[in-house]
C-alpha cells in the first residue's frame, strides 16, 4: 500500500517536469463552502456493487468557484514529506524511504476543479513539486428545468435534467443561492447544484452542508503559484494511460530519464501485474460532448 | 405520382410545425447596483407563475439574455433578480422586446449556514441498502418484525419470511453474527424496535469470504445493526399475561447482543393461540434439501386430511404449549465461530372441525362428511452445533444436528356410516451432519470439499376403532378394530468435490460427487376381529421394501461476462442405478437411468435495475420413497399405494424477472414469469368407494403446464408519510386426473391481488390497511358444462388503528373482514374485531396491556377449497372472546 501511494505521487513528478508553458492564475476569496459527498460505483462489471466514496467541498467566490477533496491540504503536508525524503536520497543515495502520512483510508483526490468566471472549466492537479493544470474543453449543459421542488436542508429546491458527457443527470437546484455553481463539473443553473445524481445511479453528488467561511483559512478559491505549469488534456491522458498499462516500467524509465537509477519491488511479494490498473469499466466521462 | 405529392405534403406540414414550435423570442437587459456598477454573474429566472420558463446568467458588463418559447403568453410573465451579495428583485414582463434594466441593492445578509442533520431514510452504498430504523419506528411497535412490516421494499409474510422486492432472504445477521441460520422468528419476535438503529439489505451478497472474487451471488442477505446500549450488556425481556376464559401468556428472553457473544434464549408458554413453533420455523428448509438432494420421505400417517383456514392462526389455534429455546454464538480469534442452537418444545393442539368434500364423478358425485374432535400433543427436541471458520484463505463449517419427536394424538370422528375413535402415535429420530471446506489454492481458484450425512428412522402407527370399510379390509364381515404400522428408515451419504476457476471474469466449475440413499420401508395392517383375533390384512396390504439409489453425478459452469450481460452455461448429469424388492417381489429389480439438466441465464445487471432470464431443462424421477406397492392406510378415509415404480418427470422450464430499485425515491419494483411444461410417466388413479378413497400410480404417459406472473411495486409516500405496497399475481395451469380409470382434464385460473398501505397520518395517529383478493377458477375441460366456473372468491379487507391519547396511553383498534364466494353456494362474511389499550407504567419501567380479541365473538369459520373436481366445505370451531391483562417489563 506505502507503495502503490509512492508511485502515485512519484509519477506526478515525472509528468510535472515534462509540462510546458506560462501559468495564468485565478485568485478569488471564497465566501461559502459547500459540502457534498461524492458516491462512484467505479466499475459496474465488477462480481458486486462496490461504492468509492469522497467527501468533497465547493469553494465559491464572486466570480469563481473551486471544488476539491475536503481533505485536500493534507495533500501538501505528504508534498513536503515527500520532498525532503527525495533530498535525503539524492544526498546518501539509498532507498527512499518515504511513509504515507495517514495509514488508513483512501488518498485524498489531487485534483481540483476550477470553474472561472463560472464559465471556463480549469483542472489543477496538484503534485510534489508544483502543480500542472490544464483547461477542460467547456462544455455547456442544457439543463430543462421541471415543475417538481423538494427541500435540503432548508433550501428549497427546484428540479433540472441535463446531458454531460454522455450521462444523464438529474440536479437540485436552490435558487435561493444565486450562484451558477456546483459540484464536479456540472453547472449553469440559476442556482446552486445541491444534489445530482446520474441516470445509472452509479454517480451521485449529495448535499452535506453549506457554511460561511469569510474568516476561515480556507477561504481561498486558489494559491497564486508562479509554478504551476500548463499542459495540454489530451498529454495529460495519454501519460495517465501510459502509467495505467504497466506502472512499474514506467515509473522504472522515467525515472532513469531523471538521472535517478531505480528498482521497484513490492512490500508482500505481490507480482508486479498486480499493480497494473485496470481499465476504468464506468467512466465519468463517456463522451467528449 | 399521386402517392408522392400527399408524401410531399405530410413532410412540408411537419416541417412547417417543427420550424414554428422553434420559433423563439428573447428578453435583453442589465443589472447593475446602486451607483450604475455592472452586476456580474447575477442569476436571471423567467417564470409565469411557480413554473420556470427559462434562465440566464449575467455577463462581467452585466448584461443578460434569454430566450424563451413564443408559445409562452406574455401575461404573468416575470424575472426573478438575484446575485451574490444583493437583495433579490422581481420584475413584470410587460412586452417581450423591452430591454429589462434591473438595480439591485448590496445586502449584508449572509445565506444561512446549514447541515443537513436529519438522516436519511435510507442510503446506497453499492450493494448495500441502509435504512434508518428511526425513520421508520412508531411508538407502539414493540419488535423488529413491526418495523421491518413498514419499510419499502422489505415484505413480511404471515409466517414470518422476510424478502426484499420479492426475493426471499438467504441469510439473517445481528450486528454480522449470523446466530439463527434461517430460523430468524424468534430474532423479529424478541428482538426489541428500541435496539434497532439500521436495517441493512445486503444485495449479491456472499457469505463465504474465500469465494468474494471467484463467484457472483445472486443472493439477498440482511444485517440488523444495534445500538450500542443494545450492544453493552446482557438484557431480559419478560411478559406475564392472564386473562378470561382461562388463558395465560408468558415469555422469559435473554437476549445478549456483545460482539464476541451473542444470545437469545427464551422460555414461553401460553394457551392463547399463539403457535410457538413459528420460532422454530426453518425459512429456506426446502431450498436447503434440495441443493444437497436430500429427498427423504415425509410422513405417511395423519388424523385428517383437511387444510387450515385462511385467517390468522391465532384466532383458531386451541394450544396448551411451552418452549425453551436456546441459541448461543461465541466468536474466537481468527475469524472463527462456535454455536449451539438448542429447542425444547411441548405442544398440545386440539381442533374441533366438521367437513364435507364433494367428488364430481363422471356420472355422479360422492361426498365424505365428516365430523371430528382432536387432540395432537408433540415432544420435540432439536439440537444444533456448529463450527465455522471464515477467513480470505479457508473456509471451514460443520453442522452437526440431532433430532428427536415424538406424537400423539387422539380423535373421534363421524361420518355418514361410522362413528370411531383413531389414536395416532409417530416416533421421529434423525442425527445428520454437514461438513463443508473451501480451501484457495491460488488468487483464481478454490477447492471444495462437502460432505453430508443423515440417518433417520420413523414409526408410525394408526388405530382405528371400530373397524372401518369391512368390505375392503375383511371380507365384508364386521370386525373390531383395524392397526396400520408404517416403519420408515432411511440412510443417506452425498459427497462432492468442487473446482471453482476465475479468469478475468469467466468462471469455470466442476463439480464431482456421489449420492447414496438406502430406505427401508415396512408396513402392514393388521384387523382385530370382535373375538379379539388379530392378524394381517391380505398381501395387497403390506409392504417389505427394501431400495436402495446411488447415484453419481457430475456438473460443469462456465460464466461469460460481456458488458453488462453475464451469461450462465450450466451442464449437470448423473448416472442413477435404483435397487428394489418388496413383500411380493423379493427378487427384486434394478433401474439404470442417465438424467441430464442443461440450462442457460442471461443476466444484465446495473445498480438500478437487473434483468434475468433462463431456460433450463430438467429430468428426474421422485425418488424410492414412493416406491410402496402394498396399500398403506394413511387415514381413516385414505389408501394410498404405487404400481408404476419409478416415476419420472422431464420438465422444459423459461423463467424471466426484471428487478427495479430506486433508492433516493424508496421505489421498488419486480415483475417475473415462469413457463413449465412437464412430461409424467405416471399417473394417480382415485377409486371413490363409501368413505373411502383408493389412490394408485400407474404408469401412464401425461403433460402437465404452468404458466405464471407475479409483480410487486413497493413506494413509500414522503408527503403522506405512507408505504404503499401492491402485489398481484396470475396463474395459469393445466393437468390431468384419474378419477374411477376415466381420464379428466383440467385447467386452473387464479388471480390474486394484495395492497397494503401503512401510514403515519399525524404523530399522534397511525394505520395499517391491507386488502387481499383471491379467485380461483377450475375448468373440467372434457365436461366444461358440469364444472364449468367451479370455484371461488376470497376477499380479506384488514384495518388496524393506533392512537395515541396522551404519552402514555395509546389504543389499537383493528378489524378484519372476510368475504367468501363459492359458486354453488351463498356468500359468507365474517367480521373480526380486536381492541387493545396500551399504559406505559413510567414509574415502573413497565407497559400494561389490555386486550380483547374477537369482541364480535364469532365462535365458527367456514373455508372452501377446491382442486381438480372436488370441492370441500371446512367449518372450524375459533377461540371465543378473550380478554387478556398483560404486564410488559425489563429486569
Not at chain 2, 419427536?405 to 361410522?418: A, E, H, L, R, Y
Not at chain 2, 398381501?539 to 446411488?550: G, P, Q, T, Y
Amino acid at each position: 500500500m506505502v507503495y502503490k501511494r509512492a508511485f502515485r505521487i512519484f509519477i506526478f513528478i515525472i509528468i510535472a517536469n515534462n509540462c510546458q508553458g506560462q501559468s495564468k492564475n485565478v485568485m478569488d476569496t471564497a465566501v461559502y463552502k459547500a459540502l457534498y459527498s461524492f458516491e462512484y460505483i467505479k466499475d459496474t462489471n465488477k462480481l458486486s456493487f462496490t461504492m468509492y466514496q469522497e467527501n468533497m467541498a465547493l469553494y465559491i467566490g464572486k466570480s469563481n468557484s473551486s471544488y476539491r477533496s475536503d481533505q485536500y491540504e493534507s495533500i501538501a503536508v505528504r508534498r513536503e514529506e515527500f520532498k525532503t525524503a527525495l533530498a535525503a536520497q539524492k544526498n546518501a543515495g539509498g532507498n527512499i524511504n518515504f511513509q504515507a502520512p495517514n495509514s488508513t483510508g483512501a488518498n485524498p483526490s489531487p485534483e481540483e476543479i476550477i470553474n472561472a468566471g463560472f464559465t471556463d472549466l480549469r483542472i489543477r492537479i496538484i503534485m510534489p513539486e508544483n502543480a500542472i493544470y490544464f483547461n477542460d474543453s467547456t462544455t455547456r449543459i442544457n439543463w430543462t428545468i421541471a415543475d417538481d421542488t423538494a427541500r435540503i436542508g432548508t433550501f428549497l429546491c427546484s428540479k433540472a435534467y441535463g446531458v454531460f458527457r454522455g450521462r444523464k443527470y438529474t440536479a437540485w437546484f436552490a435558487p435561493q443561492i444565486p450562484i451558477s455553481a456546483g459540484p464536479w463539473k456540472l453547472a449553469g443553473l440559476p442556482g446552486l447544484i445541491l444534489e445530482a445524481v446520474d441516470s445509472s445511479q452509479t454517480i451521485k453528488f449529495r448535499f452535506l452542508s453549506f457554511e460561511n467561511t469569510s474568516f476561515s483559512p480556507k477561504s481561498i478559491v486558489n494559491v497564486k503559484s508562479e509554478s504551476d505549469k500548463q499542459i495540454l488534456k489530451t498529454d495529460y491522458r495519454k501519460m495517465v494511460a501510459a502509467m495505467a498499462s504497466d506502472p512499474i516500467k514506467y515509473i522504472e524509465t522515467l525515472a532513469a530519464s531523471r538521472g535517478i537509477k531505480m528498482t521497484l519491488s513490492t512490500i508482500n511479494g505481490l507480482p508486479a501485474e498486480n499493480f497494473k490498473r485496470a481499465k476504468n469499466k464506468n467512466p465519468m466521462e463517456i463522451s467528449e460532448k | 405520382m399521386k402517392y408522392y405529392f400527399h408524401r410531399f405534403l405530410i413532410v412540408a406540414i411537419l416541417c412547417l410545425l417543427f420550424l414554428s414550435s422553434y420559433c423563439q423570442i428573447y428578453i435583453r437587459g442589465q443589472i447593475t447596483d446602486s451607483v450604475s456598477k455592472p452586476v456580474a454573474f447575477g442569476n436571471i429566472i423567467l417564470k409565469k407563475d411557480k413554473r420556470t420558463i427559462s434562465y440566464a446568467v449575467s455577463d462581467v458588463q452585466g448584461n443578460f439574455y434569454i430566450r424563451y418559447s413564443d408559445t409562452i403568453i406574455n401575461s404573468k410573465l416575470f424575472l426573478q433578480i438575484s446575485a451574490l451579495g444583493y437583495r433579490a428583485s422581481i420584475i413584470y414582463i410587460t412586452d417581450s422586446q423591452q430591454f429589462i434594466s434591473s438595480i439591485l441593492n448590496h445586502t449584508s445578509e449572509k445565506l444561512p449556514d446549514v447541515k443537513v442533520n436529519s438522516r436519511p431514510f435510507v442510503r446506497s452504498n453499492g450493494d448495500t441498502l441502509t435504512y434508518n430504523a428511526n425513520q421508520f419506528v412508531e411508538k407502539q411497535d414493540r419488535s423488529l418484525g413491526d418495523i421491518l412490516k413498514k419499510i419499502p421494499g422489505i415484505d413480511v409474510s404471515e409466517d414470518g419470511k422476510i424478502s426484499f422486492n420479492g426475493k426471499a432472504i438467504s441469510n439473517f445477521y445481528i450486528d454480522g453474527d449470523n446466530l439463527l441460520d434461517d430460523k430468524y422468528n424468534i430474532a423479529t419476535n424478541s428482538i426489541q424496535s428500541t435496539m434497532v438503529d439500521k436495517i441493512q439489505v445486503l444485495e449479491r451478497h456472499q457469505p463465504i469470504k474465500v469465494l468474494k472474487n471467484i463467484t457472483r451471488s445472486n443472493q439477498v442477505a440482511m444485517n440488523i445493526i444495534l445500538k450500542d446500549s443494545a450492544r453493552l450488556k446482557v438484557s431480559t425481556h419478560e411478559e406475564i399475561g392472564v386473562g378470561i376464559p382461562d388463558v395465560y401468556d408468558g415469555t422469559i428472553n435473554m437476549l445478549s447482543f456483545k460482539r464476541k457473544y451473542k444470545a437469545i434464549n427464551s422460555f414461553k408458554m401460553n394457551n392463547a393461540g399463539s403457535d410457538l413453533s413459528d420460532d422454530l420455523a426453518s425459512h429456506n428448509l426446502a431450498d436447503y434439501l434440495k441443493r444437497i438432494e436430500n429427498d427423504a420421505p415425509d410422513p405417511l400417517l395423519s388424523l385428517n386430511s383437511i387444510g387450515t383456514p385462511q385467517i390468522l392462526k391465532r384466532r383458531y389455534l386451541f394450544n396448551e404449549s411451552q418452549m425453551v429455546n436456546v441459541n448461543n454464538l461465541v466468536n474466537y480469534k481468527n475469524n472463527s465461530q462456535f454455536k449451539m442452537n438448542f429447542s425444547y418444545l411441548h405442544d398440545i393442539q386440539q381442533r374441533n372441525f366438521n367437513s364435507d368434500i364433494s367428488y364430481f364423478l363422471t356420472n355422479d358425485s360422492v361426498i365424505f362428511s365428516e365430523v371430528q374432535r382432536s387432540r395432537l400433543e408433540t415432544n420435540q427436541v432439536k439440537g444444533l452445533i456448529t463450527f465455522n471458520r471464515n477467513t480470505n484463505h479457508v473456509y471451514i463449517n460443520d453442522n452437526f444436528q440431532v433430532i428427536i419427536q415424538n406424537d400423539n394424538g387422539k380423535s373421534d370422528f363421524s361420518n355418514s356410516v361410522i362413528t370411531g375413535d383413531q389414536w395416532l402415535t409417530q416416533n421421529y429420530q434423525n442425527v445428520s451432519n454437514d461438513f463443508n471446506i473451501l480451501k484457495v489454492l491460488n488468487s483464481h481458484t478454490v477447492f471444495e470439499i462437502y460432505s453430508y450425512i443423515n440417518y433417520f428412522k420413523r414409526p408410525e402407527k394408526l388405530f382405528i376403532y371400530p373397524g372401518i370399510n369391512p368390505d375392503v379390509f375383511n371380507n365384508g364381515a364386521l370386525y373390531r378394530n383395524i392397526t396400520q404400522t408404517v416403519g420408515t428408515e432411511d440412510y443417506i451419504i452425498n459427497n462432492y468435490v468442487n473446482l471453482r476457476s476465475m479468469h478475468n471474469g469467466f468462471l469455470v466449475n466442476f463439480k464431482a460427487g456421489f449420492l447414496d440413499q438406502n430406505m427401508q420401508l415396512p408396513s402392514s395392517i393388521s384387523v382385530t376381529q370382535n373375538d379379539l383375533t388379530t392378524k394381517y390384512a391380505t398381501d395387497s396390504f403390506r409392504n417389505e421394501l427394501k431400495a436402495r439409489s446411488f447415484k453419481s453425478y457430475g456438473q460443469i459452469d462456465i460464466e461469460i461476462p460481456a458488458r453488462k450481460l453475464l451469461t450462465t452455461f450450466s451442464f449437470p448429469f448423473n448416472y442413477q442405478t435404483i435397487n428394489y424388492s418388496n413383500f411380493l417381489h423379493p427378487a427384486g429389480s434394478q433401474i439404470t437411468r442417465l438424467y441430464t439438466n442443461p440450462s442457460v441465464q442471461f443476466r444484465i445487471q446495473t445498480p438500478v435495475i437487473v434483468y434475468m432470464l433462463r431456460y433450463n431443462y430438467n429430468s428426474n424421477n421422485d425418488g424410492i420413497k414412493q416406491l410402496y406397492r402394498g396399500f398403506i392406510l394413511k387415514n381413516f378415509q385414505q389408501l394410498d399405494q404405487n404400481l408404476a415404480g419409478i416415476q419420472d418427470h422431464f420438465t422444459h422450464t423459461i423463467f424471466g424477472s426484471l428487478s427495479y430499485r430506486e433508492d433516493i425515491k424508496l421505489l421498488f419494483a419486480n415483475f417475473s414469469f415462469i413457463y413449465s411444461s412437464a412430461t409424467n410417466t405416471t399417473i394417480a388413479n382415485s377409486i371413490y368407494f363409501p368413505n373411502l378413497v383408493k389412490t394408485s400410480f400407474i404408469p401412464f404417459e401425461n403433460h402437465t403446464g404452468n404458466i405464471l406472473f407475479s409483480t410487486g411495486v413497493s413506494k413509500y409516500i414522503f408527503s403522506a408519510k405512507s408505504t404503499l405496497a401492491v402485489n398481484g399475481s396470475y396463474q395459469i395451469g393445466r393437468w390431468n386426473q384419474l378419477q374411477q380409470n376415466i381420464l379428466l382434464n383440467f385447467n386452473n385460473v387464479k388471480t390474486s391481488l394484495s395492497l397494503s398501505l401503512s401510514s403515519k397520518l399525524f404523530t399522534w395517529i397511525s394505520s395499517n390497511y391491507t386488502l387481499r383478493f383471491v379467485s380461483n377458477r377450475i375448468v373440467n375441460i372434457d365436461n366444461s358444462a358440469k364444472s364449468m366456473g367451479t370455484g371461488g372468491d376470497y376477499l380479506k379487507n384488514q384495518l388496524q388503528m393506533t392512537i395515541s391519547a396522551s404519552d402514555n396511553i395509546y389504543f389499537k383498534l383493528a378489524g378484519e373482514y372476510n368475504s367468501l364466494l363459492q359458486t354453488t353456494s351463498n356468500k359468507i362474511n365474517y367480521f373480526f374485531g380486536d381492541f387493545s389499550l396500551n399504559f406505559k407504567l413510567v414509574n415502573i419501567k413497565a407497559d400494561l396491556v389490555l386486550s380483547v380479541d374477537n369482541f364480535t365473538n364469532e365462535t365458527n369459520y367456514t373455508s372452501f377449497s377446491i382442486t381438480g373436481n372436488s370441492l370441500s366445505r371446512s367449518q372450524y370451531m375459533i377461540r371465543p372472546r378473550t380478554v387478556l391483562c398483560k404486564l410488559i417489563f425489563n429486569l
